[in-house]
């Protein structure tokens, strides 16, 4: 798989209190550039941190070959937010999404061919060090998810990518941590193909999930239903 033509491709990255997995990420990130032929864009969305997540981000970027760009907001809006703002502002026609912590890494780009024509490549998770406790959760959000919205990809992986009209952004309006519930369901209205990709998923403590967080997931289901 892979494709050799070189296009541009945004990567947005929402950033909530990162400062001590911002070291890794970009030398994980510095590693993949020396071997990507591909045009890079770099969108860090600070969604309000309270430490030094953006101040880390502008020293770290220096260091980066392709463009990148910090955006900050004082008020934490929700990765959602974060995610849409991001979409928006990001330059290039295809566009990844990840995880601050890369744990899906940034790798798996090179295995999904650039295609003319709209569509969405979700992937999906084969996890390599997932607590049982955390897996069960998952497994039954996942049900939660499909019973509601008939979606059946793997909507909690971080790895997403879009080549889809710009003007569709906009129409996103989830702020929380269902934007990518929403996204699979917009290109589903529009009849946009989506695809899937075997990822592996390394596990890091710290998420940001929290009770409160995942009732306000499940409210955003409801909304989006």
Known sequence: MGCCLVVGISIVIPCFNESKRLHATFKKLRKYEKQCKHKLQFVFMDDGSTDNTANLISHLGTDLVSDYTCIYYRKNRGK??????????????????????????????????????????????NFINLPFARRLLGFGWHIVTYIITD?????QSPFTFLNLPQDLYKDLKVDGFSYDVEILLLAKKYNIPIYELMVNYQYEKGSKVTFKKSLRMFIDLLKLS
């Open 80 to 125: 959602g937010y974060a995610v849409r703002m991001g979409l928006q502002e990001s330059k290039h026609p295809y566009k990844l999404i990840l995880d601050a912590d890369l744990s899906i890494g940034i790798g798996n780009l090179d295995n999904i061919p650039l295609n003319s024509g709209y569509y969405v490549v979700k992937g999906r998770r």
């Open 151 to 155: 979606l059946s990809q793997d909507t």
